[in-house]
């Protein structure tokens, strides 16, 4: 079964960030009437700041059954919950926080083991346990992608790159982008799912979209490449900045 992929830009960042918020809280809520529950799979870094508040107010936040969805992180960085850096506390703090969600819904990945290796070995099971429970597919996969290409915590040329298919989760080590130590889910994960949500805002990110994007490519060099969610839909939502080499 074919990705069906889209590409949209927009002028400006807010119009990008306004339409990925419609988009987010459509397939979440279509999920919930067709198969009675959601699953979500969040990113960090600039979606905190920009796309979480504003799922978390009006009008986004009523359009969506919160209590029927369930959320899982994409990538996590390897610090405390407390941590400033932790993606789970900034999109607690920009969103989690600020709608109904049930507590025993939000799967944060377990940063309190001395060995993150400890940690992805939950992650997995946690992965697979709601995978199972939704049909086997996630309904939605936010990520980011970085001026060097990453996406999660999927870095170009890392070894992590190379997980067995079977491992939903792997520990990043020594990755380019602070802090060093990640846990991330893998192609494997992202691609059981029936929507992937890439989003890039700014001038940074033009040229690691067109080499995402155009040409024939490599998927060592562009991890975003690996993620092809079969039967599913691949969007890749840009502002004129991210998107002008396309
Ligand atoms: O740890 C993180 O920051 C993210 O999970 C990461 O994958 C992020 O999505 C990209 O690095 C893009 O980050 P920006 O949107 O902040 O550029």
Same mark, same amino acid.
């Given at each position: 079964?074919?990705?069906?992929?889209?590409?949209?830009?927009?002028?400006?960042?807010?119009?990008?960030?306004?339409?990925?918020?419609?988009?987010?809280?459509?397939?979440?809520?279509?999920?919930?009437?067709?198969?009675?529950?959601?699953?979500?799979?969040?990113?960090?870094?600039?979606?905190?700041? =920009?796309?979480?508040?504003? @799922?978390?107010?009006?009008? /986004?936040?009523?359009?969506?059954? /919160?209590?029927?969805?369930?959320?899982?992180?994409?990538?996590?960085?390897?610090?405390?919950?407390?941590?400033?850096?932790?993606?789970?506390?900034?999109?607690?703090?920009?969103?989690?926080?600020?709608?109904?969600?049930?507590?025993?819904?939000?799967?944060?990945?377990?940063? =309190?083991?001395?060995?993150?290796?400890?940690?992805?070995?939950? =992650?997995?099971?946690?992965?697979?346990?709601?995978?199972?429970?939704?049909?086997?597919?996630?309904?939605?996969?936010?990520?980011?992608?970085?001026?060097?290409?990453?996406?999660?915590?999927?870095?170009?040329?890392?070894?992590?790159?190379?997980?067995?298919?079977?491992?939903?989760?792997?520990?990043?080590?020594?990755?380019?982008?602070?802090?060093?130590?990640? @846990?991330?889910?893998?192609?494997?994960?992202?691609?059981?799912?029936?929507?992937?949500?890439?989003?890039?805002?700014?001038?940074?990110?033009?040229?690691?979209?067109?080499?995402?994007?155009?040409?024939?490519?490599?998927?060592?060099?562009?991890?975003?490449?690996?993620?092809?969610?079969?039967?599913?839909?691949? =969007? /890749?939502?840009?502002?004129?900045?991210?998107?002008? @080499?396309?």
């Amino acid at each position: 079964m074919p990705v069906q992929r889209t590409i949209r830009v927009y002028d400006r960042a807010e119009e990008l960030y306004q339409a990925a918020a419609a988009l987010v809280s459509e397939q979440l809520q279509t999920a919930i009437n067709e198969r009675g529950r959601a699953l979500v799979a969040f990113s960090g870094g600039s979606l905190t700041a =920009y796309l979480y508040p504003l @799922l978390a107010g009006t009008p /986004w936040r009523e359009q969506i059954d /919160w209590p029927l969805v369930s959320v899982l992180f994409a990538d996590e960085r390897y610090v405390p919950f407390d941590d400033a850096e932790n993606t789970y506390r900034a999109t607690r703090q920009t969103l989690l926080d600020h709608v109904p969600v049930q507590a025993e819904q939000v799967f944060p990945v377990p940063t =309190y083991y001395r060995e993150p290796e400890q940690a992805a070995a939950i =992650y997995h099971q946690q992965t697979a346990a709601l995978l199972a429970a939704h049909g086997g597919k996630f309904d939605v996969v936010l990520l980011g992608i970085g001026p060097d290409g990453h996406t999660a915590s999927l870095f170009p040329h890392h070894p992590a790159l190379a997980t067995p298919a079977d491992k939903l989760a792997v520990v990043v080590r020594d990755a380019p982008k602070p802090p060093p130590v990640r @846990l991330s889910l893998t192609p494997t994960a992202f691609n059981a799912a029936r929507s992937v949500v890439f989003i890039a805002s700014g001038e940074s990110k033009a040229a690691a979209v067109a080499a995402a994007l155009t040409g024939p490519g490599n998927p060592h060099a562009q991890p975003t490449r690996l993620i092809q969610p079969e039967g599913g839909s691949l =969007y /890749w939502l840009v502002d004129r900045a991210a998107g002008r @080499l396309l």
